[in-house]
Every structure is written in C-alpha cells, then in structure tokens.
C-alpha cells in the first residue's frame, strides 16, 4: 500500500529542479554513493538553507536509503524555509507512507490540497491516504471536489462510491455506484459490488434487477437437457465428490495427498476416464469406464496438491465455487477455521483459492461451476434470495474468469430443499446440479438437476463420517478394495444408494423401507444403520430414530458420532431423560467438543434441572470463553430457574443490539413473567408472536404466560375425618376475574358441615353444627416488588353471624427472598362445639420463602391467633430442603423440618371443644415427589416421618403424614384437581391422633 501511493504521487507530480546542483554531489549519485552525496547537499544546504532543490534531492537519497525519518526531517527543513512550495508536503505525504505513518502522510497531503485545492492528483492522492488511514468520510471530500469538476471521472466515481460504503453511508454508495454503471455498464465487478449492497439494506429485488442487467453476458440462451442419445441408458456413471487435499488429513473433509495421489491411480490403471457434468446432458458419446470427479468449496489446496496429480494422471476436475470466499490476491486471500481437530479441540485453517488461480487452472482443462454466493442453505431462503445467490456467484465467476459456468453445487448437499429451486436453476443458465446425496445412478434414472454423488471422506482420527462415506488408505495393508466397492456397490449398497436418492427426491417413507431392506442384508453395517438412523428421523419415525442408534450403538460404543445422535434421536423422542444420559456420555469422553456443551445443557434445562445445566454452561466458559452461545443459553436457564434479574442482565445487550432476536425475546418473555410483571410479559408475548408468528413455541409460551391471568370459577368438595370421630365436610365456590393481569375480582362462598360421634361433646351443645361465609375481594400487583389482596363479607355460625375480612401483602426484594404476611377474621371451625359456640379467630401469620442457591432453600412461617374464648394460639414453622432430583418427568426435594405451637390455656381448649395443648413440637424428615404425566398433568406425593411430642407427653412418639395429589389440565380450559392424605402423631390424652382427608375440586377458564 505504501508503495502504491509512493508511485501515484510520484507519477502525478515532477518537482521544480534548481540551478547550480553541486557537481561532487551529482557525481557521487550516479556512482550510488549516497553517503558522500548526501554530505556534499547537507553542505551546500547549511550554505544556502534556501536550496529547496537540494533538501528534495536529500529527501530521496535517505528514502533509497530506507532512512524515511532523517528524508522527513529533510523535508521539515525545507517547509520551514519554503511553507508555500506544495511539492515539499506531497513528497513528505510520500515519504510518511512508505515509512508506514499513514497519519502523518494524511497531515501532510491534506496541507499540499489547502495550498492547490483544484489539483485533481493531490486530492486523489488524499482521498487514497485517507481510506488507508480508516477516514472514509474525509476521503469522500476530496473526491466530490474532484468530481464537481469533472463528473465523467470514472476513476474518482468508483473511489468515491467505495469510500461511502466504507464509510457505511450505503445509501450513497448505491447512488454513486448506480451513476457509475450508467457511464460503465459492461463493468461487472462493479455490478457486483452495487447488488452486495443492495442486498444489505434489504433491496433484494433492485439487487437481483442489477445482476439481471448484467447477466446476458453470462445467460445461455438455450439452455435444454439432451437426452443421452448415443449412449446405453443403463451405464452407470461414479460421481465423486472431494473436499480439501493436504499432506495430512485436518478433518474428514480432508483427504491426505498421497491418498488422493492413489485414488486417482487406481482410476486411471482401471480404465476410467474424467469427464464432466455438461458431457452427461450434451449428447455425446461417452467413454466406457467414465467417472466425474468434483470438488466443493473450492479450497486452496486444491491448486497446490490435487491439480499437480490430476494433470498427472490427465484427468480433469470440476470445482464447485463459494464466490464470497475467492479473493483477488494472495494477500486478501481467505480462510474458514469451522473444523474441528477432533481430540484437541484445536480448530483446522482452510484457505481458499483466489482468481488468478481458479483462472490458470481453468486455462488448463479444469472446469469451473457455482456452490452459491455465500453457501446458504437453500431450503431457508425466498426465491428472490435463491436467485441473489445464483446470478452473483455466476457474474463473479464470469467477472474475474471468462468463464461462463452452467454447473451448479447444492450447499449443504441438499438437491431438494425446495421445489422452485429447480426451475431458478433453469431460469438462470445452469444445465445440471450435483447434490451430496450418496449413490451411483444410470443414466437413464439420472436427475440433470439432483445428480448423486459419492461423497469421499478421509481418514483423520476425528472423522466422525466413516460409516457414511469411504476412507481409504491404498497400501498393503488396506487395498483398493474400499474405493473399489464404492465404484462397483453390492446388493446392499445398491440399495443404500437408492435410498439416498429417494431421500433427496423427499420420498421418505420409501427411503426408510429402501435402507431396512440393507440393513435385512447387512444387518451390522454400521454406515447402513446410520443412514437409517437418519433417513428415520426425516421421516419422523421414532422408534426406528432410536432403534438404529442403540444398534449402533452395541456395535461401536465409542463411536463418537453414533452417541450424540443417539442423544439427539432421544431429544426428537422427547426421551429427555435418555438423551441427558447420552450427553453426559459423550460430554464425559470428548470435553473438547464445543458445540456439545450447548446441547448439553439445554437439555438439562428441558429437563428442569436448572442446576445442572448452569453448571454445564460455566465450565464452557472456562473452557471457550463467552460467546452469544453461552449467553443466550444461560439466560434461558437463569430465566426458567427462578433468576429473572440475572436473565435480564445477559438479555440486555443482545436486545440492545437486535431488538426482533425471536429467541432472546422469548426469553425475556418467560423472564418477565418470573420477575412477576405479568402485563409486560403480555407485552412481550406479543412481539414475539408477530416476530415469529408460525413458531412452535409460541402455542406453549402463551399458555405458561397467560393461563394464570384467565377468569375462572371452582367449585370442589372436602372431607376430613379423625380419630376423635369429628368429620368436616365442605363445599366451595368461587371465580377469579381479571380486569388485567395484574389486577383481579374475587368471590368465594364456602359452607362447612360438622358432625361428632365421640366423647368430647357433652351437652347442651348438639353433635353437628354448619358454618357459612361468603366473601368478595380485589387483588393488585403493584410492582414486581408488592402484591397485595383484601377481601370482605359476612360469615355465621349457627345462630351467630360475623363480618368476615382479611388481608394479605406479599413482598419480594430478591428473586431469592420473598415475604408476606396475612391477617384473617373468621370463625374457629374445628369441630361442631367452637361453631356453636360462635367462636371467632383472628389469625395473623408471616412466613419467609429463602432460596439459598437452585437447589437449597428454606422456609419460615410464625402465627399467632386470638381467640374470642380469650385463648390464643401461637406457632412456628422451619424448614430446609434441598433439591434431590429434577428430570423430565420427576421431581424429588428432600429435608428436614420442624413445627412448635402451643394455646395460652389448655382447659379452655377442652371446655370449648378443640384441643389446645400449651405445647407441642415436631421433628421429621420430609420428602416430596413430583412425577409428570405430561405436560398438563401431575401427580405429587408429599411423606413426612419423625418425632412429636406435647407438654402432657413424657416421651417423643413416630409420626408422620402421607399425601398424594393429582392435577390434571394444567394449562387446559378445565382443570381437576384431586388430593387425599393421612395423618398419625402422638397426644397426651390418647395413645395416638389419626386423621384422614379428601379434597376435589374442578376449575373452569374462560
């Protein structure tokens, strides 16, 4: 770049030379002795410092010198004494550059344009060094100056449209390209570089209208399939398909150059002879042992390893191109480092060709087609898209070749991603299309648009595609038996190919029966049961999915490709369960494997296990840093897990920067929603259904988010019987409507019946009494901080009657930490007695739910309660549990806990009818199992046993509780809900206190 810019502005500029040039000096030049030649100009310049003939002269021998300091300082010196002389700052801005101080060579012209603003080679010159120095804005200047004078200057347009593009004013960088084009129409690079852009700011029919304007140079106008008429239909034609050459195999995309070297020998003594794609649809006749030999991509090795041995062995290739990834020089020359080093978790560096050498290659036989402009999957685009990728990757092989291409690669492999791909292919100019589908075909079975290959994979360590394709090593120990067989398949094979062409043709139920019928053959072919595999999860076939990976799995247990699918087959099963145990298989054998880590984790994250998938995703950040992966990944964990405030810290930047990111926006939705802000989730909800309004995700999303906001009525029955033969039996009624989905009306009404048969009822008081209440409340959320609820209405007691009212705040600071804290006046319903009696209770309680970390937490409750008899009740609830188990189907948290109450007098207690003991405490273990029927049913079982004891008790007795619940519509329109349990604990008045319950209840959403 240096030298460039040093040879335009000394080619656009000769400088004044004065008289008088000193002859020992002129004399010492010619002779290249710039040592003694420089002493005689220093000289005569500290003689006559106003020589600035002589301080130019000096200026260029420390220049050959390579001494650019001292030429600049040279300079300096001249600018003092000269300020006006603007060859001085256009030899300085030459001297700077090559010295590689593009800054200083900026200053520099920028003063010689201040001093001749209208001179056409010093504002080129500047806007040149102020693109080098990253100042494309300054650079556009200039060169609007220029154009102001000239607007036919092409050179100055073109810089000028690339300055703004640099510059990101791509607006008019479309504008300027578009006023070039319209004075150079034939210039096809530029065409090229307008469409880019176009496309960028998303005018991808003006782009595809650019590259049609230019496309006749390339578009064959008869562009028809000839049938093969002089050939035997039945001839079969091997199409390989290669990737990269290297003295060593980087990945199985690599085939080691002596390998190849031996391939193409074996061909070449067996008879065959390379033709191209084009010689099976033009007509002629073709040799007896054909064979077409093609690469993907276009790799650099390419040129520098296969190209010597095909010439070797006279054959020609045929390499499909990815027209993004070709640069102009080698210096430009790029690179991709997406393959993976197997075991190391290093990554291979795969170069690419550039265009002298696509150009020398095809001057010498070799043929030149389209893998797309940027290797996109094909299913995954609009038409108008698909024709972008096929009319710029033309152009650009035509633009910097000659070559008018009419061979087109599938990226991806994939011939049949979408049915108007064909008819573009057409449309556009090309005559055939390779897919990567497996197989050797006849000619008469042969699709010129879906031609079968077969794919070529190497023999690195890391090649996780052995058993689909073929790796060889052609020496004694392993003969050509391998290569062999894929040029002449057995029965199996046969069909193993045919299977795969019915795969690409989208024939999958055929394709599936195609490859049973090989593996009946063959049944411990692991290549056969992984195409299975495959072709069973394309045709949504589960049971075959996870047949052929477990097959494959008895056969090679160590196959590393064979675990993740089996893994992943298990996913598409939705046997999360199975396919956690298969990642942490392959994620204990292969630690280097970074994208495993991901899928890893989300299925911990399916499975609930929120811990587990955490701590997956920090060892990948030790492992690979931070990256969007992790992030995002994380946040949905930390979401899901009861941590929106973490979630929403990950999510912030990523929204910041793509505010429509469907998956980032899905999870702040289910953040949202945790952090208890139930109308901004709405709001949330909402965008991501109209950023992706077909999504799978969005059906589920909606119910989790909104089902607790619907309007809804319940109605259910209890009963509970006991020991001392009191038995309480209830009906409820109530509904829940939502004004928004933080704001609520509520109503309930609930009648107890109560009966006695023991002995704790002495007269005059009856053995059964009813209780009603009937209540109407409001609940606001005020924040993600404050909830609050309050309710009123009328309660009675047989003959008496009562208000009825309460309150209740909840308040959570933290996610981790939340409070509440509730105040009820009631009537003490305990047994037929304290209703007759009328005896009323205020109850006051608090309680504290703690989260230590995701799998521990804790749970505080005080009480205390007045009654109207002038007893009074107080209690303390502990507990600490911790997490056990969290699957997709099972729930399991285990701890301990511990109660103690006790009633201010305990004869008032027995006169009254209810059993007050001054004290009573309580220690036992607890489990709670959750089991999952499905995503809208559940059954939990909660089991608590240990020690309990009252003040008249001498000693601790064993009790404990059992209860099972069933919750069946969790997120239907109708919901059931059913639970039963049993009580058993010691008591001072009776060896023991038994009790039983049963509770239903049915709701109803609107």
Same mark, same amino acid.
């Given at each position: 770049m240096r030298l460039l810019i040093l040879l335009l502005v000394s080619a656009a500029f000769s400088f004044a030379v004065e008289t008088s040039v000193p002859y020992a000096g002129l004399k010492a030049e010619m002779e290249k002795r710039w040592v003694d030649a420089a002493n005689v100009y220093e000289d005569a310049v500290w003689n006559d410092p106003y020589r600035v003939d002589l301080y130019l002269r000096l200026a260029d021998i420390y220049a050959v010198e390579k001494q650019y300091e001292k030429a600049a300082d040279t300079l300096r010196r001249a600018i003092e004494v000269a300020p006006d002389r603007t060859e001085l700052y256009v030899k300085l801005s030459s001297v700077y550059a090559v010295d590689n101080k593009p800054e200083k060579a900026l200053a520099a012209i920028t003063s010689a344009v201040q001093l001749?603003?209208?001179?056409?080679?010093?504002?080129?010159?500047?806007?040149?060094?102020?693109?080098?120095?990253?100042?494309?804005?300054?650079?556009?200047?200039?060169?609007?100056?220029?154009?102001?004078?000239?607007?036919?200057?092409?050179?100055?347009?073109?810089?000028?449209? $690339?300055?703004?593009?640099?510059?990101?004013?791509?607006?008019?960088? +479309?504008?300027?390209?578009?006023?070039?084009?319209?004075?150079?129409?034939?210039?096809l690079n530029v065409r090229l570089a307008l469409a880019q852009l176009q496309y960028i700011v998303d005018d991808i029919k003006g782009a595809n209208e650019t590259l049609t304007t230019g496309f006749k140079a390339v578009f064959k106008e008869e562009n028809v399939i000839k049938l093969q008429q002089n050939n035997d239909i039945n001839q079969e034609v091997p199409i390989l398909l290669y990737h990269c050459i290297g003295e060593t195999a980087q990945n199985s995309y690599w085939i080691e150059k002596d390998e190849f070297s031996a391939q193409m020998q074996f061909l070449r003594q067996n008879g065959y002879e390379s033709i191209s794609t084009a010689d099976l649809t033009n007509g002629i006749l073709l040799p007896r042992k054909p064979v077409v030999i093609t690469f993907d991509d276009g790799c650099q090795n390419l040129y520098t390893e296969a190209y010597p041995i095909l010439q070797e062995n006279g054959f020609i290739a045929e390499i499909y191109l990815i027209s993004d990834a070709i640069?102009?020089?080698?210096?430009?020359?790029?690179?991709?480092?997406?393959?993976?080093?197997?075991?190391?978790?290093?990554? /291979?560096?795969?170069?690419?060709?550039? *265009?002298?050498?696509? $150009?020398?290659?095809?001057?010498?036989?070799?043929?030149?087609?389209?893998? /797309?402009?940027?290797?996109?999957?094909?299913?995954?685009?609009?038409?108008?898209?698909?024709?972008?990728?096929?009319?710029?990757?033309?152009?650009?092989?035509?633009?910097?070749?000659?070559?008018?291409?009419?061979?087109?690669?599938?990226?991806?492999?994939?011939?049949?991603?979408?049915?108007?791909?064909?008819?573009?292919?057409?449309?556009?100019?090309?005559?055939?299309?390779?897919?990567a589908e497996g197989g050797l075909d006849r000619l008469t079975d042969m699709d010129m648009l879906n031609i079968p290959r077969i794919e070529i994979y190497g023999a690195h360590p890391s090649n996780d595609r052995q058993s689909q394709g073929v790796s060889v090593t052609l020496d004694a120990t392993r003969p050509a038996d391998q290569f062999s067989a894929k040029l002449n398949p057995s029965a199996a094979e046969r069909l193993f190919q045919k299977s795969n062409r019915l795969t690409a043709a989208g024939a999958l139920n055929k394709a599936l029966a195609t490859i049973d019928e090989a593996v009946l053959l063959e049944p411990n072919n692991i290549r056969y049961l992984n195409t299975r595999l495959h072709a069973a999860g394309a045709a949504k076939n589960v049971n075959k999915t996870v047949d052929s990976a477990e097959r494959i799995y008895v056969l090679d247990p160590d196959n590393a490709t064979n675990i993740l699918e089996l893994a992943r087959s298990m996913v598409w099963e939705n046997d999360l369960d199975g396919a956690a145990r298969y990642y942490a298989y392959y994620y204990e054998k292969h630690p280097?494997?970074? @994208? &495993?880590?991901?899928?890893?984790?989300?299925?911990?994250? *399916?499975?609930?296990?929120?811990?587990?998938?955490?701590?997956?995703?920090?060892?990948?950040?030790?492992?690979?840093?931070?990256?969007?992966?992790?992030? &995002?990944?994380?946040?949905?964990?930390?979401? *899901?897990?009861?941590?929106?405030?973490?979630?929403?810290?990950?999510?912030?930047?990523?929204?910041?920067?793509?505010?429509?990111?469907? $998956?980032?926006?899905? +999870?702040?939705?289910?953040?949202?929603?945790?952090?208890? @802000?139930?109308?901004?989730? !709405?709001?949330?909800?909402?965008?991501?259904?109209? +950023?992706?309004?077909?999504?799978?995700?969005?059906?589920?999303?909606?119910?989790?988010?909104?089902?607790?906001?619907?309007?809804?009525?319940t109605g259910g029955l209890e009963y509970r019987y006991d020991s001392d033969k009191v038995s309480i039996a209830s009906a409820v009624l109530g509904g829940k409507y939502y004004l928004t989905p933080a704001t609520n009306l509520y109503a309930d009404w609930r009648t107890d019946h109560l009966r006695v048969s023991g002995e704790y009822n002495p007269e005059p008081f009856g053995t059964e009494a009813t209780h009603n209440t009937l209540h109407a409340g409001v609940a606001h959320r005020f924040s993600s901080l404050l909830m609050a609820s309050a309710y009123v209405g009328a309660s009675s007691a047989e003959e008496h009657t009562d208000a009825a009212l309460g309150v209740t705040l909840s308040l959570v600071p933290l996610d981790e930490l939340a409070f509440f804290l509730s105040y009820d006046h009631r009537y003490f319903v305990v047994t037929p007695k304290t209703v007759d009696l009328g005896l009323k209770d205020d109850a006051l309680r608090a309680g504290m739910h703690w989260e230590q970390s995701l799998l521990w937490y804790a749970d505080v409750g005080i009480g205390y309660?007045?009654?109207?008899?002038?007893?009074?009740? *107080?209690? !303390?609830?502990?507990?600490?549990?911790?997490?056990?188990?969290?699957?997709?189907?099972?729930?399991?948290?285990?701890?301990?806990?511990?109660?103690?109450?006790?009633?201010?007098?305990?004869s008032l207690g027995e006169d009254d009818g209810y059993y007050a003991p001054e004290s009573y405490q309580g220690y036992y273990l607890t489990g709670s199992f959750?089991?999952?029927?499905?995503?809208?049913?559940?059954?939990?079982?909660?089991?608590?046993?240990?020690?309990?004891?009252?003040?008249?008790?001498?000693?601790?007795?064993?009790?404990?509780?059992?209860?099972?619940?069933?919750?069946f519509g969790i997120y239907r329109d109708w919901m059931f809900r059913a639970s039963a349990g049993v009580d058993y604990s010691g008591r001072y008045y009776d060896t023991s206190y038994r009790g039983a319950s049963v509770q239903m209840y049915v709701t109803k959403r609107f």
């Open positions: 001749e603003p209208d001179n056409r080679a010093y504002l080129m010159a500047h806007a040149k060094i102020a693109n080098w120095t990253k100042k494309p804005k300054i650079a556009a200047v200039s060169l609007e100056r220029i154009l102001q004078k000239d607007p036919d200057d092409k050179e100055a347009r073109l810089l000028l449209a $690339k300055s703004q593009e640099w510059a990101k004013e791509l607006d008019d960088a +479309i504008a300027e390209y578009k006023q070039y084009l319209v004075k150079n129409p034939n210039d640069a102009e020089t080698d210096t430009e020359r790029k690179e991709s480092s997406s393959a993976k080093l197997g075991e190391t978790g290093q990554y /291979s560096v795969t170069k690419y060709l550039i *265009w002298p050498e696509v $150009k020398e290659m095809a001057e010498n036989g070799m043929i030149f087609g389209s893998h /797309s402009k940027s290797h996109r999957m094909m299913s995954e685009l609009s038409n108008e898209d698909i024709a972008y990728e096929l009319m710029f990757s033309k152009l650009s092989i035509y633009a910097n070749t000659g070559v008018k291409t009419d061979a087109f690669s599938y990226p991806f492999g994939s011939g049949n991603s979408k049915r108007s791909l064909h008819q573009l292919l057409t449309k556009y100019g090309f005559d055939n299309a390779v897919a280097a494997d970074q @994208e &495993i880590y991901i899928e890893y984790a989300q299925v911990e994250m *399916w499975r609930g296990d929120y811990a587990s998938s955490l701590e997956i995703l920090e060892q990948y950040k030790t492992e690979f840093g931070s990256d969007d992966q992790y992030t &995002i990944t994380k946040a949905d964990a930390l979401a *899901w897990g009861n941590r929106p405030s973490q979630s929403f810290e990950l999510l912030a930047p990523i929204l910041q920067k793509e505010p429509q990111d469907y $998956k980032a926006n899905n +999870i702040n939705t289910v953040a949202l929603y945790k952090h208890r @802000e139930p109308i901004a989730a !709405v709001a949330s909800l909402e965008k991501v259904e109209k +950023i992706a309004p077909d999504s799978n995700e969005n059906s589920f999303l909606r119910k989790f988010v909104t089902t607790e906001s619907r309007t809804s009525v309660d007045a009654i109207s008899d002038d007893n009074s009740r *107080w209690n !303390v609830d502990l507990s600490e549990k911790r997490v056990m188990l969290r699957s997709q189907y099972w729930g399991i948290d285990a701890g301990v806990s511990a109660f103690l109450y006790g009633y201010a007098d305990q959750n089991r999952a029927l499905s995503g809208n049913d559940s059954l939990n079982l909660l089991v608590n046993g240990g020690f309990f004891k009252d003040n008249n008790m001498d000693n601790f007795e064993l009790g404990g509780s059992l209860y099972l619940e069933g919750v």
